[in-house]
Each structure stands twice: as C-alpha cells, then as structure tokens.
C-alpha cells in the first residue's frame, strides 16, 4: 500500500511537471518566442509542491477505500480546478507576470496529464495484483451463496487486488473448508483471525449478517487499519477496483 502512494504520488507530480511545461510552450508559442523557462515564469514552478497536497485533501491518496474510476475522476476534476486555482492566488499575491493564456493551457493539459498518469497507475496496480505483488490479504465473513460466489469471482479476477485467505462463519456449524478455502473462526474470534492472518480487508456478505452483528464486527475491529466493506453485489465490489 506504501508502495503504491508513492508511485501515484511521483506519477502525478511528473504529470503536473508536464502540464507546467507544455502550458509554457503554449504561451511562448503564443507570445512568439518568449523563453520556456524564463525568469519571472519559473518561480511559478515552485507551486507544483502545492498540487500533491490538494489531492491529498480531495482524498485521491487515502487507498483504504474503495473507490470506483469515475468518482476518482471527479475527485480529481475538482481538486485540478482548485490547484489552478492555488496557481493564480499564489502569482497574483507574488506579482508574478502570467497571462490567461498560461491558466487555461495549465487547467486543459493538466487535465489530460493527471488523469492518464491516474489510468496508468490503475493499470500498473492490475498487473502487480494479478501476480500477488500488491494484493491485500482479505477474509470473507458469511459462507452463504453470496459469500461463496464473492470469493470466487475475486479468485478469478486476481487483478482487483483481493487475496482471499479464507471465511469467517455467522453461526459456528462445525464446517472446516468452503469451496477449498478454510473456514477460520466464527464472528466472535474474527479480530483474533484478522490479526493473525495480518487481514487487511474484511468483506461481509450482506445477506449473511445482520445489523447487530454488523455492530459486533466493527467493535472487535475497531482501532485497526483493517478496512470493512459491506458487499452491494459483485458489479461494485469489482467496479471500485
């Protein structure tokens, strides 16, 4: 996980570097040879540092939840809009000399910039999931239908990150395995389960529990970084990847 917000953190700076550069060829194109980086213009690069922590803000680098393609594209409209934003306030409290050009070649570019650096981190992330580099140990609670076609479309779909180690049962029936997957406890011992399987998901079975076991889930969880995802059908739970 450490891993993966520093690429997405490198990737979008060196896309908003890019977008920085070719919105000062635009405006040196318009302006007729006006140098890339002359003096005035270059302190303007300085506010780059500003970018990475926006999107920190509009929540592009929490990875703890789940979140599907185009919300993160939204998010990350709205937080490209407001670092251009920051862009303009900054050069105007510092007097710098900016043209309108400049803005509006900075907002297109480093919307296109951002968003292919955000799909090629997306495809890079698949392919380490697909060979268990950057999948997260997961327990599915539930050993009903809904649990047992869960694990095994993500066993089949390894590239949307869940290494499914195994189900915790509702009611403890005495069943060791499911579908080849251990059965590791019961609701009662899950945070014992989760701790010693070092689970990093928990993905409950709607269908399986009900609202005070959901309660029950949470407190033996509370305090962890285990992320709890209540499933909604295996399109979204596929669609966040």
Not at 66 to 81: D, K, N, Y
Not at 90 to 99: E, H, P, R, T
Not at 200 to 224: F, K, N, P, W, Y
């Amino acid at each position: 996980m450490f891993g993966l917000l520093v690429l997405t953190v490198v990737v979008d700076v060196l896309a908003v570097l890019v977008a920085y550069l070719a919105a000062k060829g635009i405006h040196s194109h318009l302006n007729l040879g006006t140098d890339l980086l002359d003096p005035i213009d270059s302190t303007l690069f300085l506010t780059v540092a500003a970018w990475p922590v926006i999107f920190g803000v509009y929540g592009l680098y929490d990875f703890r939840r789940s979140t599907h393609v185009t919300a993160e594209m939204r998010q990350l409209f709205h937080a490209v809009i407001f670092s251009v934003l920051v862009v303009v306030l900054v050069a105007f409290g510092a007097k710098l000399n900016i043209s309108r050009s400049f803005i509006a070649s900075l907002l297109v570019v480093s919307l296109a910039t951002t968003i292919g650096g955000r799909m090629l981190v997306r495809r890079i992330n698949h392919a380490l999931n697909a060979r268990f580099i950057t999948s997260q140990p997961t327990i599915i609670v539930g050993c009903n239908d809904e649990a047992r076609a869960m694990a095994r479309t993500l066993a089949r779909r390894r590239w949307l990150g869940y290494d499914v180690r195994g189900f915790i049962e509702v009611t403890n029936a005495g069943v060791t395995t499911v579908d080849g997957l251990a059965v590791l406890g019961t609701v009662d011992t899950i945070g014992e389960v989760a701790e010693r399987l070092d689970a990093r998901i928990v993905i409950i079975a709607g269908s399986a529990v009900g609202g005070g076991m959901l309660q029950q889930i949470d407190t033996a969880l509370a305090g962890t970084d285990i992320s709890v995802r209540v499933s909604s059908g295996l399109t979204n739970l596929a669609a966040s990847r």
